[in-house]
């Protein structure tokens, strides 16, 4: 029965992938942790450039997380490299194919160049909507809600809004997804079994799938796998499966 059911559900509308992994895939092969950074942006192009014709509209990608600041300074220095170089190499590309480009995080404390290839990704792409690629750099979800919650604040303070008209879909509009719906599959590679602080509000009901393979691995027919796993979860939100009263 419930078989029946779950072969009618839509794939997700927004998936969010926390790419983990690429430090102990380079470690392996003896090489540098760069080297599994550099490795990982293939994958990079590999789930974009497939993710949109599994059906998904909305895809979110961890990239640098506001605690990824702990690690020494010549990783940091090569992933902004990599994360400036990915959208000089590939944004035109993406925004002749229809796609969205929206970087969510603080802007705070990243570097000139890196800060202005940001702002030149949205702006290319801001008429688009396709696909909406939203990469999470210089990420982190609390820092995310005290940013919306600060700026929601000086809005009352300004009275441009009542708070007593605040309520959680007015919040989400504040948050730097603002143009994606809810996630309903977050997925983490490598093996590791937390969130470290990826999109707390906006993964609040979202299916959890944790896979061992490390980011530089993983595929685009492991994702089609992922997406068919989902198919199969029970979404009850606190309520009952149909049938089951
Ligand atoms: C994920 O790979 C990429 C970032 C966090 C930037 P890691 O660099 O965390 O790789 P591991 O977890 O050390 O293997
Ligand atoms: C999470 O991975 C952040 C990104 C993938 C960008 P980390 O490797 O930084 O997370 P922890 O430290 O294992 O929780
Ligand atoms: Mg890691």
């Known amino acids: ?87 000089a190499a590939d944004l035109e590309g993406l925004a002749k194919r229809g796609v969205r480009i929206r970087i969510l995080g603080s802007r705070k404390g990243l570097r000139e160049d890196v800060a202005e290839m940001i702002e030149r990704s949205e702006a290319r792409t801001r008429d688009n909507s396709d696909f909406h690629l939203n990469i999470a750099f210089n990420y982190g979800g609390r820092d995310e809600i005290v940013r919306a919650t600060r700026a929601i604040a000086e809005a009352a303070r300004a009275g441009e809004l009542d708070p007593a008209s605040l309520d959680e879909e007015s919040f989400a509009s504040w948050l730097d997804t603002s143009d994606s719906p809810d996630v309903d599959l977050m997925i983490r590679t490598s093996g590791e079994q937390r969130i470290s ?37 029970s979404r009850r939100y606190g309520g009952l499966d149909a049938g089951a009263a």
């Open 197 to 233: 602080n990826f999109l707390l509000w906006q993964a609040a009901y979202a299916e959890l799938l944790f896979v061992d393979t490390l980011w530089p691995d993983f595929t685009i027919a492991q994702l089609a796998d992922a997406i068919e796993a989902y198919k199969t979860r």
């Open 1 to 87: 029965m419930s078989e029946d059911a779950s072969a009618d559900r839509p794939v997700p509308a927004h998936i969010a992938i926390i790419m983990d992994g690429n430090g102990r895939w380079a470690r392996r092969r003896g090489q540098p942790r760069a080297f599994g950074h550099r490795k990982g942006v293939e994958t990079v192009r590999r789930i974009v450039e497939g993710t949109g014709d599994l059906g998904v509209k909305h895809l979110t990608l961890f990239s640098f997380s506001t605690e990824n600041w702990r690690r020494p300074a010549d990783e940091i220095g090569a992933l902004f490299e990599l994360m400036k170089h990915y959208i």
